[in-house]
């Protein structure tokens, strides 16, 4: 079993940054992948960006290619999603997420930490 907690949320403005946290706990942290996701008013919950269990390996949506940088410290059971450039259509509530690395779906869920982006 594994509980996670975002946190770092908040209100900024168009072309700031926010780096979002997410806790995981359990001992078992540094076998899974991990994933940031995002669900806007009104739209379906959308990917963000995943790591492997060694941090060596990310994957990006087009979206945020290039602005997203998802990092991870299994030492501190925590994955980070620093977010840089930030637009207005960035506003969502974000998800952080894990799976057992050969898993196809996310297992694991936390509760959601809201980011406002004002233009």
């Known amino acids: 079993q594994v509980q996670l907690v975002e946190s770092g949320g908040g209100l900024v403005q168009a072309g700031g940054s926010l780096r979002l946290s997410c806790a995981a706990s359990?001992?078992?942290?540094?076998?899974?992948?991990m994933g940031w996701f995002r669900q806007a008013p009104g739209k379906e919950r959308e990917f963000v960006a995943t790591?492997?269990?060694?941090?060596?390996?990310?994957y990006y949506a087009d979206s945020v290619k290039g602005r997203f940088t998802i990092s991870r410290d299994n030492a501190k059971n925590t994955v980070y999603l620093q977010m840089n450039s930030l637009k207005p259509e960035d506003t969502a509530v974000y998800y952080c997420?894990?799976?057992?690395?050969?898993?196809?779906?996310?297992?694991?869920w936390g509760q959601g930490t809201q980011l406002t982006v004002s233009s």
């Open positions: 359990g001992r078992t942290f540094s076998s899974y992948t």
């Open positions: 790591i492997d269990w060694s941090g060596g390996n990310t």
């Open positions: 997420a894990a799976k057992k690395q050969m898993a196809i779906q996310y297992t694991y």
